[in-house]
């Protein structure tokens, strides 16, 4: 579970991460372009959400957050 920050570490570098509530609203994105990274929410409210991670190879992958 997150508390106030997603920590994110992938083999390819990721371009971008948004964040979505599970009605499907987007709830926050972020630009990153490297291999590492950190997303603060403190913002965000307790409950779940989906992550789609973009890659700079074109690839997405889609993750399951739970913010405490």
């Given at each position: 579970p997150i508390k106030d920050k997603l920590y994110l570490k992938n083999n390819s570098e990721i371009s971008k991460i948004s964040?979505?509530?599970?009605?499907?609203?987007?709830?926050?994105?972020k630009?990153?372009?490297s291999k590492e990274a950190e997303v603060a929410m403190p913002n965000v409210a307790a409950?779940?959400?989906?992550?789609?991670?973009k890659l700079s190879n074109g690839k997405t992958k889609s993750i399951k957050l739970i913010k405490k």
């Open positions: 964040i979505y509530s599970i009605d499907g609203r987007l709830v926050s994105e630009n990153i372009n409950g779940s959400y989906i992550g789609v991670v």
